[in-house]
């Protein structure tokens, strides 16, 4: 029996995608993580500043971190603005953590963030993917099964 399609997360508002991310890496699950931030930090993805395009998630001392994520200073913080590229806690449940840590150590998959994103209670959240590296010409696969998909809709376009 397969498992069912995972229900997409109430995403209200998306602040930084990961678009790389689908196409270096096969995912294999996702999950729904909150994110501790400081108040500018929240003042600045609610303007619609962030990115993690090169940002990766890693288990240290049972705990997941966002590494490399940048949120830029708030244009009207004070000198108590936060540091742009500060490694930022990811709050899991303690189950979810140690699901994540042995499909890192057993499997070699990689935790990458998706996207960030408010929630409909306002919340930020992460959505993080459990990953598996794609080689060559697997990205060659991906790009002609998207070029062929594409010419597809051409020619029904065309001839409807």
Request: glycine letters at 8%; zero cysteines; proline letters at 4%.
């Amino acid at each position: 029996m397969s498992k069912p399609p995972v229900a997409p997360f109430d995403k209200k508002k998306i602040v930084a995608e990961n678009r790389r991310a689908r196409y270096d890496y096969f995912v294999e699950d996702r999950f729904e993580a909150g994110i501790s931030l400081q108040g500018t930090e929240v003042k600045a993805l609610r303007a619609g500043e962030g990115s993690i395009a090169e940002s990766y998630a890693t288990v240290e001392d049972e705990e997941v971190v966002l590494i490399n994520s940048h949120i830029p200073e708030y244009s009207h913080g004070s000198w108590m603005n936060h540091e742009p590229r500060r490694k930022r806690r990811l709050l899991l449940k303690k189950r979810e953590i140690g699901r994540l840590m042995g499909a890192i150590n057993r499997q070699g998959l990689t935790l990458v963030p998706l996207s960030i994103y408010f929630n409909g209670k306002g919340k930020a959240k992460v959505e993080l993917a459990l990953a598996r590296g794609k080689k060559v010409h697997d990205k060659r696969e991906t790009i002609k099964e998207r070029d062929w998909k594409r010419e597809q809709q051409r020619l029904l376009r065309d001839r409807g």
